[in-house]
């Protein structure tokens, strides 16, 4: 008889705490909209995938590369994905700027470098200091 007064009550929590929970704000709305929260997840998870293809290659030795590279195409699959729902996105906040950045200094840390020159049109020169002025600010 206990045990049936013991689900009891735990079934009554249960079907409280929903209530409980509205009423502590737990449960209220979601937290302001963030319009690039969707390019935010989509870059850190582009990262992720990007970190896992550089662990393959870490201490790799001559003989082992070719191994590595076949695992990291697989990855790449599933990343050229998430680059495709990234870059149908534009970043409207400082924050979706800023986790692009992010995503394009992992990918390519040498992109950007003021050094470089890069033969290209004055368009693509001025996209690539916009590029770097963004990784600048996404690692600090």
Not at 24 to 50: I, K, R, Y
Not at 89 to 105: D, I, Q
Not at 111 to 120: K, M, W
Request: aromatic share 4%.
């Amino acid at each position: 008889m206990a045990e049936h007064a013991h689900t009891t009550s735990r079934r009554r929590l249960l079907a409280a705490a929903p209530a409980a929970l509205a009423l502590s704000g737990a449960a209220a709305a979601p937290a302001a909209h963030n319009p690039d929260a969707e390019l935010v997840a989509l870059c850190a998870d582009f990262d992720a995938l990007e970190r896992r293809i550089d662990a393959l290659f870490e201490g790799v030795s001559a003989l082992e590369f070719e191994a590595a590279d076949a695992a990291a195409c697989v990855i790449e699959v599933d990343q050229r994905q998430v680059l495709d729902r990234i870059c149908a996105l534009t970043p409207v906040t400082y924050e979706g700027c800023k986790a692009v950045a992010r995503s394009l200094a992992l990918l390519s840390p040498d992109y950007g470098l003021s050094n470089v020159y890069v033969a290209a049109c004055m368009d693509e020169r001025l996209a690539n200091t916009l590029a770097r002025g963004m990784m600048e600010r996404a690692a600090a």
